[in-house]
């Protein structure tokens, strides 16, 4: 009997950014493919695989050459033992660098560049501390040098670069060399261990690869060498920095460095070097840099605080431990957490640490590393959750009275802190998704409306903020960057505050960063100083646009702010905790705003007001570490959560066992068409259509989060309760987030190859489950199968819109604009004398509806899901409503107690305000 061949995959053809994309995710495949070739080839001489061997390695050079390791040498030996006809050495050193790359072995190993040594230690993953030996290993890093294609001077790079090393440096790196421009295009968008990019003056432009959109993927947008900046150095920093901001860049040139220096478009670069004069110092800048990311101030000082022999006399027990591990009863909580907790634990300000509330020493400088890395003005942490950072910048901005656009389906925190400022919320609503229960984003069209309005009614002075959450929890990220700019053409001065609790990663892709708040607020500030915009905007002017409620081109055609006139004040929160490497509740407040010298003052007090004055220093710990991490090595974790979720997506909705009960629903399902002008349909075109997702990104109102993936669980019969508990009980698989028919699968940055594989074969034990179970069941339980989905997915309620403020809490109720004195109806609640209780079933809220006096809500009544407030205090409850509260199925509902039933306002309590 023949041995059948093992299946070896084909590298693609590099011709275009998918092309690319697709082959160094599967760079790994690639290699382990080539080593369990080789070894069918070694058992086999006459399998003939021996050529193909050849074939498979000279496809993969054109693309190894963007990284450091293997290397040139490596892969000359390899090729040679091919060439020479030992099959077995080849198989061996493919082996060792398949194993080296899938475990990173060649960042803490030196024997994964050598292929004749044994390679036992480099097929383990590295295991968490006390399960391994922990080495000293240094961090590794790669360089990107970028210099005419000269041997002789690239060898003697290499020699240099490693003679400068020193037992003293904090890191070791090695260098990928190129010779073009594209190529270095091409190498910092595909190779994540690059820190640093050297250039030397005179390098050519194009690439021998022709890498259809990579001009596009990067912002070149087709632009030939004579339509960049005349120095080609200094056109690739720039554009490293729009793709990678956080890498350090060096010049080395060969005219007079200082006239150099002095060129504003050397703004990215770290430093100048005149030729290669200065090569110790060169080494030394690299390794500086990328210190400077790696230092965590404040985790730096409290690592060595745990160490000193500190006497605490403060009130805080458990603070070094004693109480914990003198004691007869809980050791067991030490023997968990182990005593580094507990020595890092302190109530006290001094002896190294900081204080959150007035930070002066380590605290504040992690805190400007954060706003650094996140490409803000001022950063501030928060160890209370999002929750306190959206009600401290909430606090800080509105006053009494103040109007507040704001998205009706945002988190609580904001509509809790409307009652705190006492503000009054002008809810907009989110374009609904009925048929799945949930809502999405809001349309500008609905923003400028409201806006527009306000104005018609000489009230836009009143107006004070716009909060709008992005993305959603469902992952809708809005277009940030139109979405303020057609703002400010309404209202020069509206102060922004973007949600995005859920997006904090975002910042570290180079697509997703173009949706965020701050990439926004850099967006904006670019227009005010751009001489081309200016032109721009006096030609818009000429289209004669009123900026006026009755002038429907206001609504309908993109408005453009006047840049004299606006001002950037852009907020943003984030949760660290929810996206990043942070202890829970560890959070993040974002400043960008050109009037923060103003607004400073209040926003301590209201820092003040919600900050403990007894923060965790674990929490500020791990947001300090966090920013490490994502600074140095962000772009490679986002990267590879957004290529799991795409294999996600595309493994459940190709599978036919799992697609007969289960879809990943795509943006297509997920976004109108009318707010998704790139037509984009199919979640799974990430990595197949780059030139369709680029558009997506650029140009739709609306573009799904990749990394959020809604899976319809109704076509298999389950609400969305259900399926989660079936999940955690039965198969070990947490989630969150669930909808009537639907649940949500987040992956981050903690996920692998592995949790994909875990939940596609519990989601395929689970349709063979069903499958068997109608199969053999009877026709009454077929028909009970089919009448059960037709309940989740048909017969779906109605998702009520925010109806309107009681005329008592209205400043003017003939007025056509939506906003509401909150804080006054909140606050009436809390005399019970001034409210009721109605039944949602019954005789008497029927007659209430249809006969009135009107039912108005006393408290927040929250579903989960879909986890908004379906009523707010003083708002009037209609018939939508309570049909909606009726139909829903779910197990929470804050503020309602099925027992006593609504919390209504007494009519004749709201008649007596109105006469007065």
């Not at 690239?154 to 060399?177: A, K, M, N, S």
Request: aromatic residues 10%.
């Amino acid at each position: 009997m023949s041995t059948p061949k093992p299946r070896t995959d084909e590298v693609p053809p590099l011709h275009s950014l998918s092309d690319l994309l697709a082959a160094t995710s599967r760079r790994q495949d690639y290699w382990r493919s080539m080593f369990r070739t080789a070894e069918h080839a070694r058992r086999h001489p006459a399998s003939g695989q021996a050529e193909e061997l050849i074939g498979l390695m000279d496809a993969l050079l054109p693309l190894e050459r963007f990284w450091a390791y293997p290397g040139p040498d490596l892969l000359t030996d390899l090729r040679a033992h091919l060439v020479a006809g030992d099959i077995a050495a080849f198989a061996m050193g493919a082996r060792k660098v398949a194993a080296s790359l899938h475990t990173k072995a060649y960042r803490r190993h030196l024997t994964s560049w050598d292929l004749t040594t044994p390679d036992q230690e480099l097929v383990d993953e590295p295991l968490p501390p006390g399960l391994e030996f922990v080495t000293d290993s240094k961090p590794y890093f790669e360089v990107l040098v970028v210099a005419s294609e000269d041997p002789d001077m690239w060898g003697g790079v290499r020699h240099q670069i490693h003679r400068l090393r020193r037992p003293t440096d904090d890191f070791i790196y090695e260098i990928v060399l190129v010779s073009t421009f594209e190529d270095a295009l091409v190498a910092i968008v595909l190779n994540a261990d690059i820190q640093a990019v050297v250039a030397y003056e005179g390098f050519s432009f194009h690439s021998e690869l022709e890498v259809k959109d990579l001009e596009r993927f990067l912002g070149v947008a087709e632009a030939e060498p004579g339509e960049l900046h005349g120095d080609l150095g200094l056109s690739l920093f720039e554009l490293v920095y729009e793709h990678r901001p956080e890498l350090d860049c060096y010049l080395l040139a060969d005219r007079s460095s200082e006239v150099v220096a002095g060129d504003p478009s050397a703004a990215h670069v770290r430093r100048i070097f005149y030729s290669i004069e200065e090569v110790l110092e060169l080494h030394l800048s690299v390794l500086e840099g990328v210190r400077l990311r790696y230092q965590t101030p404040f985790f730096d000082n409290l690592k060595q605080y745990a160490q000193r022999p500190m006497g605490t006399f403060h009130a805080l027990p458990i603070a070094r431990g004693k109480s914990i591990f003198k004691s007869n009863w809980i050791r067991d909580m030490g023997e968990f957490y182990g005593e580094n907790l507990f020595l890092a634990e302190s109530s006290a300000t001094t002896g190294g640490l900081d204080s959150l509330l007035e930070p002066t020493g380590n605290i504040k400088l992690a805190q400007d590393l954060a706003a650094r890395a996140f490409g803000a003005d001022h950063a501030y942490y928060a160890t209370n959750g999002t929750s306190s950072s959206n009600k401290i910048v909430g606090q800080a901005i509105l006053r009494p009275g103040d109007i507040v656009l704001i998205d009706r389906d945002c988190h609580k925190s904001h509509h809790y802190g409307c009652v705190l400022s006492g503000a009054q919320p002008y809810y907009i609503d989110a374009f609904p998704l009925p048929q799945y229960s949930m809502y999405g984003g809001v349309p500008i069209a609905r923003i400028k409306t409201a806006l527009l309005q306000l104005k018609s009614e000489g009230k836009l002075d009143q107006v004070r903020m716009l909060i709008l959450t992005n993305a959603t929890f469902d992952g809708h990220m809005a277009d940030v960057k139109r979405t303020m700019t057609e703002c400010l053409a309404i209202k020069p001065d509206l102060v922004f505050l973007w949600d995005e609790a859920w997006s904090a990663f975002a910042r570290f892709s180079p697509l997703l960063r173009r949706r965020t708040a701050m990439g926004g607020a850099s967006y904006l500030r670019k227009l005010q100083n751009d001489p081309a915009y200016r032109l721009r905007y006096q030609e818009w002017l000429t289209k004669g646009i009123r900026i006026d409620v009755d002038d429907p081109r206001a609504i309908a055609e993109r408005l453009l702010p006047d840049p004299d006139e606006m001002k950037v004040r852009v907020y943003q929160t984030n949760s660290v905790h929810k996206s990043m490497s942070a202890l829970r509740q560890g959070s993040l407040i974002l400043v960008a705003d050109q009037e923060f010298s103003d607004a400073e003052e209040a926003f301590k007090e209201a820092y003040y007001t919600h900050t403990s004055t007894s923060p965790n220093l674990q929490v500020i710990a791990s947001l300090d570490v966090a920013r490490r991490q994502m600074e140095l090595e962000g772009y490679e974790l986002v990267g590879s959560a957004l290529e799991l979720t795409l294999d996600l997506r595309e493994q459940i909705n190709r599978n036919p066992l799992i697609s007969k009960y289960f879809r990943a629903l795509t943006p297509a399902e997920m976004i109108p068409a009318e707010l998704r002008q790139s037509a984009l349909a199919s979640g799974a075109t990430g990595v197949l259509s780059w030139d369709r997702t680029l558009d997506a990104v650029d140009h739709d109102e609306f573009f799904l989060d990749p990394t959020r993936v809604t899976v319809l669980c109704g076509t298999a019969g389950f609400d969305g309760t259900e399926f989660k508990d079936l999940l955690a009980s039965k198969y070990e698989i947490q989630i969150n987030k669930t909808s009537r028919n639907s649940v949500l699968f987040q992956l981050n940055i903690n996920n692998t190859r592995s949790d994909i594989a875990h939940l596609i074969k519990v989601l395929a034990d689970i349709s063979r489950s069903i499958d068997s179970r109608l199969e053999s069941g009877t026709d009454y339980d077929r028909q009970a199968f089919e009448a059960r989905v037709r309940e989740l997915i048909v017969d779906t309620p109605e998702l009520p819109d925010f109806s309107h403020f009681h005329d008592v809490f209205r400043d003017d109720p003939t007025s056509a604009s939506r906003h509401g004195h909150i804080r006054e109806a909140f606050y009436l609640a809390y005399d019970a004398d001034n409210c009721e209780h109605i039944q949602l079933y019954g005789e008497q809220i029927e007659d209430r509806l249809a006969n009135g006096p009107e039912l108005v809500g006393a408290n927040f009544i929250i579903p989960y899901p879909p986890g908004f407030p379906v009523i707010v205090p003083g708002q009037v409850v209609t018939a939508d409503i309570v049909t909606f509260l009726r139909a829903l199925d779910v197990n929470e509902i804050h503020g309602y107690d099925p027992h006593r039933g609504l919390k209504l306002l007494r009519p004749e309590v709201l008649a007596a305000m109105a006469a007065d």
